[in-house]
């Protein structure tokens, strides 16, 4: 059985910024639950000596000569934003530092 | 309705060649039959069919001017609204994104731009192309033509629909698990999922990155390998982009042919499991292609058991991370809660608002799945997985040119039935989903009715990666055969869709 | 905030062992950013240098630098770093409105370069070597404006705004492997170890190393343990200390902060602290929790680095003198007492020096209004000498006009205090202020005999061979000459005409 608590699940949603609400964690915790008991039959296929694939094709050295192109004007850059001033993107205070 | 709009693509191109028609007429025809039918089967979330008949009379000036143009130029195409558009806006099906104008295009619509195709609109999907059926696009289902209570397949059920009912000979699907095979399977219509970098995915809104895929569909064979011809190839704006070309699809389905190819029957997906119409319509397929001179031989691929569960370990885990960009902060929908909150607390009521349960849940379990506790067991594991199915497709390929399956377990189900369950739903996947773990191509062909509900089956063919124009060679092969059978083609069975 | 309790130094390292350990992030200066061709300079107009790719827009993808990595393995291999054979991009996952995916695609989990080592000398001549755990690529984040509040700072602020022109900007991180035995020294040695980075930097060409504008920025970890005990004490890390005078301050700090609490029976917590260099102390972050769960995974949007053996050789061919060999070989060069060289050393003057030398200048006379008249004026006006506006050349232009006698030492300030003043050259300057010295022996002669008529009493007392009291004359006629003469020549000559 799987061990997914709801409080696992707020601890998820507040590392995924969503601010999800009680019905959705009592759901959440429970689906979650099923799936991970279902997915996590993966690691007896496995050993620690098979390797991982992160790309499915495997390529190396993709690279971008160092030449200036284009960028957007500012206008375009903040054509989409929610809120701007003074040619930037403008947010609510922020809680703590960085 | 109009002759016209049951043209295939190929069929429009020879026609326009030859002065028959003009791409307005063509256009036009369109149009009017997204008038008619739009409503009712809902494909497209945004129309810009003003600019399409302005492209359209742009190629029919330069036609009439003797001036030489693109292959395609003047053939109408509806775009998958998970690519950026600068004159439509692009919500990849989600609030989040509700309106939002991308200041740029993806590579795929610039190319299809320079082509000259007049691009009709933007097609529905499942919010961020999460889902089998388009029940979770923010903007309410697509139908599917053949019978509007079911399902067209998902994510891509905007453009399988948009093809299969007449709104537009050609679409853009994107495939991260089946996203465009399935809703062909479905809906009766071609869809390809090309190898992996064959197709730039610069302004593909991601899903999961390593799987992401983008491929035509189309009511032909052919036609879709028109159309892999023009968005194909390598973009130094991608990264993944393979630099190699893959040669001419175009050439590979005219030329298509069965005789002398070994076909792999994937043992742990020949059907077993699978609604009795879809079995019955594979066994026959299976008997034509021997007839065509093909030699059936069975492959064994057992990691493909686990598949489903990398699947769904890897995509919410690239999900998570690619979602995390939708913040409030640059772009897109904006929530402010009472008082005087802080920008965490903004960011987590726009996304709790935003995202609808399917993304929210995909994010919290692939959140979890990279998290440093669970990371060997799950995301990790996953990877390792993805190693094993490579190397049963590398086994499976020695033996074999290609290799098939049905495409889908089921046919089209109706709406509402699987919706709550996200685990039935993860299994409509089962079959397509190795292809986009290991990077390989794969193309669902219609190969008839199911006998119990007289619904599209689909068989999928998969070929090693890069060999994308086998796909097309046995895929026109068996479509040929079929049609000849049939005396018609796969969507002369459709039921006429009633007009407002 | 309360005021910290801190124990003397002295008594802090009689009772415990310090170990420290740097991060540096040096910005690279190519002329775009790490994943997108926008130009490389966010001193701009805010959001110029921007992109779909840099603010992160939905359906944008990366595509690195080559020059960003070429400048990371001269990094490397200057550092005596291994090159790695393959090295993957990964990324940090966390939200934050200045990263602009909410991701950071670091280099962290693959680096390029690991296991180095550079020798570092501290002031007293002491030298130690620091074990180079690994240099790795990153990207920069925007940068936030606090608005509101009284101090604009994060704490208070009512809004706060983003500018993105720095995001994306390439960075290597540089991390020590923990630095032990440097016992009192080791505040100086954090420094001396900062600036011996910024010297490897500046001399490759791969960033302007320009502390005041943040190209180096470093990160100190202290930690402190009682004598003898094998167990590390618990660490904290203070951030973003931005000159090599902050870096040694802080350190010492930290060293009297945790040892009055040590020795109070109170624990370390284990944070993040920041450096406050008008008060001259450090204060507490955020502390490390769970919440920093930065859920690492290979990015998939780009493929792996592997410098081929031929690169890594030709990079290493390029690479520069090391530092310490150059000190070495410039100490015997310039044949300055070891006092003189080590002041020079660490007032950061050495490259200067070297280039006025290049230019002409002497040693001495360089070293002579570098440390002197130059560092007065930067000092006096809180600058550095790399912001002074006067190059080596003009210095040693300057010099080589002393040195010939053209102008004399006080005209030399003077001609120096024009340049930095913008003025143009010392040459123009001389010649537009008419300040050449009259070497025309005609007219001082005449000048002379003038002044010794008028004083015939220190005429006699010359002739009596009291010559001191030529000093008299010497100025009456340096005074008459407005400055503009060579005062040993006129000494000379006054005696020559006194004794006619």
Request: charge should be negative.
């Amino acid at each position: 059985m799987s061990d997914v608590t709801p409080h696992l699940v707020r601890h998820l949603a507040n590392l995924a910024r969503i601010e999800l609400d009680e019905s959705e964690v009592v759901r959440f915790t429970e689906q979650l639950g099923l799936i991970l008991d279902s997915v996590a039959k993966i690691s007896s296929a496995i050993d620690e000596n098979t390797p991982s694939t992160s790309h499915p094709i495997p390529l190396t050295n993709v690279f971008r000569e160092d030449i200036i192109e284009p960028s957007l004007s500012q206008e375009q850059a903040l054509s989409g934003a929610p809120d701007q001033g003074q040619g930037r993107f403008r947010v609510a205070a922020i809680l703590d530092e960085e | 309705m109009s002759e016209l709009i049951r043209k295939n693509a190929s069929e429009l191109v020879e026609m326009l060649a030859k002065g028959e028609v003009s791409s307005v007429e063509i256009t036009q025809a369109h149009i009017d039959q997204i008038s008619k039918v739009g409503d009712a089967v809902h494909s497209f979330l945004h129309l810009t069919t003003e600019n399409a008949l302005a492209v359209a009379k742009e190629v029919d000036r330069r036609r009439a001017s003797g001036e030489s143009l693109p292959a395609l130029a003047g053939v109408p195409i509806a775009v998958k609204d998970n690519l950026t558009t600068t004159d439509a806006p692009t919500t990849a099906g989600s609030k989040i994104l509700e309106g939002w104008i991308a200041p740029y295009d993806a590579t795929v619509v610039t190319r299809l731009r320079q082509e000259m195709m007049p691009i009709l609109g933007k097609t529905n999907l499942d919010e961020f192309a999460m889902g089998s059926s388009t029940e979770f696009s923010a903007y309410g289902p697509s139908k599917n033509p053949w019978d509007l209570t079911r399902i067209p397949g998902g994510s891509g059920g905007g453009s399988s629909s948009v093809v299969s009912s007449f709104q537009s000979p050609l679409a853009i699907g994107s495939d991260t698990g089946g996203s465009i095979r399935f809703p062909g399977a479905v809906t009766g219509t071609v869809g390809i999922k090309p190898t992996y970098g064959a197709v730039s995915r610069y302004g593909l809104i991601a899903l999961a990155s390593s799987l992401d895929q983008i491929g035509p569909v189309a009511r032909s064979v052919l036609d879709a390998a028109l159309l892999q011809d023009v968005i194909g190839g390598y973009d130094p704006r991608d990264s993944t982009s393979l630099k190699d070309s893959l040669g001419s699809m175009v050439e590979a389905a005219k030329s298509g042919s069965l005789k002398g190819k070994k076909v792999g029957v994937i043992k742990q997906l020949s059907g077993a499991g699978f609604q009795q119409g879809v079995q019955n319509r594979f066994a026959e397929a299976l008997k034509l292609i021997t007839d065509a001179g093909a030699e059936i031989v069975e492959v064994d691929c057992p990691s493909f058991e686990y598949a489903i569960d990398a699947y769904y370990l890897i995509l919410p885990a690239e999900a998570s991370s690619n979602l995390a960009k939708f913040d409030s902060v640059r772009f897109g929908m904006r929530v402010t809660p009472e008082g005087n909150p802080t920008i965490e607390r903004v960011m987590a009521a726009t996304r709790e608002a935003g995202f609808g349960p399917e993304v929210k849940r995909r994010i919290i379990l692939g959140t979890y799945a990279l998290s440093a506790g669970s990371f060997d067991k799950f995301y990790g594991a996953a990877l390792k997985v993805r190693t094993l199915i490579q190397r049963d497709f590398d086994a499976a390929f020695a033996n074999a040119d290609v290799l098939v399956s049905p495409t889908a377990p089921t046919t089209a189900f109706k709406f509402g039935e699987k919706v709550a369950d996200p685990l039935a739903m993860y299994l409509n996947d089962i079959a397509t989903i190795p292809a986009n773990l290991a990077g390989i191509p794969g193309i669902s062909v219609p190969i008839g009715l199911a006998d119990e509900d007289q619904l599209p089956v689909g068989i999928q063919f998969l070929a090693p990666a890069h060999k994308d124009a086998a796909l097309y060679e046995v895929g026109a092969a068996l479509e040929g055969i079929l049609e000849g059978i049939w005396g018609k083609r796969m969507m002369d069975f459709a039921p006429k869709l009633e007009g407002n | 905030m309360a005021k910290a309790n801190l124990m003397d130094y002295d008594k802090a390292l009689e009772l415990y062992e310090v170990v420290i350990g740097l991060e540096v992030h040096i910005e690279l200066n190519t002329k775009t950013k790490m994943f997108c061709g926008c130009k490389n300079d966010f001193g701009d107009e805010p959001n110029t240098n921007v992109c779909p790719i840099c603010i992160g827009l939905p359906g944008s993808l990366p595509v690195v630098n080559r020059k960003a990595v070429e400048s990371s393995i001269s990094i490397g291999l200057a550092l005596g770093c291994s090159i790695a054979p393959t090295g993957g991009f990964s990324r940090k996952n966390y939200f934050y409105p200045d990263l602009a995916k909410n991701y950071q695609t670091s280099q962290f989990r693959d680096p390029i370069a690991f296991d180095g080592q550079l020798d570092v000398e501290v002031p007293s001549g002491n030298k130690f070597t620091v074990l180079i755990e690994r240099a790795h690529m990153e990207e920069d984040a925007g940068k936030l404006t606090h608005i509101g509040g009284a101090t604009g700072r994060i704490q208070g602020a009512e809004y706060s705004l983003v500018d993105y022109n720095r995001a994306g900007v390439p960075l290597v991180e540089i991390v020590t492997k923990p630095v032990f035995g440097a016992g009192a020294e080791a505040p100086e040695l954090a420094a001396a170890y900062v600036r011996s980075i910024r010297e490897i930097v500046k001399a490759l060409g791969v960033s302007d190393a320009r502390m005041e504008r943040g190209n180096v920025r470093c990160d100190a970890n202290v930690s402190i343990r009682p004598h003898g005990q094998d167990k590390l004490g618990t660490r904290t890390e203070t951030k973003n200390v931005n000159s090599l005078r902050s870096i040694e301050r802080a350190v010492r700090y930290e060293i009297q902060r945790q040892a009055a609490i040590l020795s109070a029976g109170g624990t370390i917590t284990q944070e993040t602290r920041h450096w406050h260099e008008d008060k001259g102390s450090t204060s507490s972050g955020r502390p490390k929790s769970d919440a920093d769960d930065y859920r690492y995974f290979p990015e998939p949007d780009l493929v792996p680095v592997e410098p081929s053996t031929e690169l890594i050789e030709k990079l290493r061919a390029l690479l520069p003198e090391n530092p310490a060999d150059r000190r070495k070989r410039l100490a015997a060069e310039w044949g300055f007492a070891e006092m003189e060289f080590r002041d020079v050393v660490n007032a950061g003057l050495m490259d200067f020096i070297e280039e006025a030398v290049a230019a002409g200048a002497k040693p001495q006379a360089a070293r002579k209004w570098y440390s002197g008249e130059i560092a007065r004026i930067a000092n006096s006006e809180d600058k550095d000498v790399s912001e002074m506006n006067i190059t080596p050349a003009q210095v040693a232009e300057i010099a080589t006009l002393v040195e010939s006698g053209k102008i004399n030492d006080r005209i030399a300030r003077e001609v120096l205090s024009a340049v930095l003043a913008g003025e143009g050259s010392p040459t123009e300057i001389v010649s537009s202020r008419n300040l050449e010295v009259v070497s025309d022996d005609g007219a001082l002669i005449a000048a002379i005999d003038e002044a010794l008529a008028k004083q015939p009493d220190v005429l006699e007392k010359i002739r009596e061979g009291k010559v001191q009291a030529a000093g008299a004359v010497i100025g009456a006629v340096m005074q008459a000459m407005k400055g503009q003469a060579d005062a040993a020549r006129v000494r000379e000559l006054v005696l020559e005409r006194a004794n006619q």
